[in-house]
């Protein structure tokens, strides 16, 4: 009887650990689905028009933050037009693929206070 609970409990834990790593996404899937995000948050200094601010850029993101912020913009609970444009074609698999992705590079290096300037066509 001893050996067969732990069995079951070795069963469980085995499925549990799997269904936390199909959750975990697919970088490679990812990258592919991602390719419009990076129009606007692959682009040092983008701006989005108006209201006028910086679009952040998302490499090397906490795996939650975006899983949560595109489930958000799907359901409509943040709002930005063409987020929730775009997160509104995802599904819960794509949400958590592009979430893999973006985890998966490295962040981005803060621009230097001279390059800011140079962007916006300012001296340093």
């Known amino acids: 009887m001893r050996s067969l609970f732990s069995a079951l409990c070795f069963l469980a834990a085995a499925w549990l650990a799997s269904a936390a790593a199909a959750q975990q996404g697919d970088p490679d899937k990812g ?15 983008q701006q989005n028009v108006y209201p006028t601010y910086s679009v952040p850029r998302i490499g090397g993101q906490n795996y939650g933050y975006i899983v949560s912020s595109l489930q958000a913009y799907r359901e409509g609970t943040r709002k930005h037009a063409t987020m929730n444009a775009q997160a509104h074609t995802l599904s819960d698999e794509d949400i958590h693929d592009v979430a893999a992705y973006f985890v998966s590079l490295a962040p981005e290096d803060a621009p230097s206070e001279g390059a800011e300037n140079a962007a916006e066509g300012s001296a340093p």
Request: aromatic content about 14%; glycine content about 14%.
């Open 31 to 45: 990258k592919v689905i991602a390719y419009t995000c990076n129009g606007c948050h692959g682009i040092p200094f």
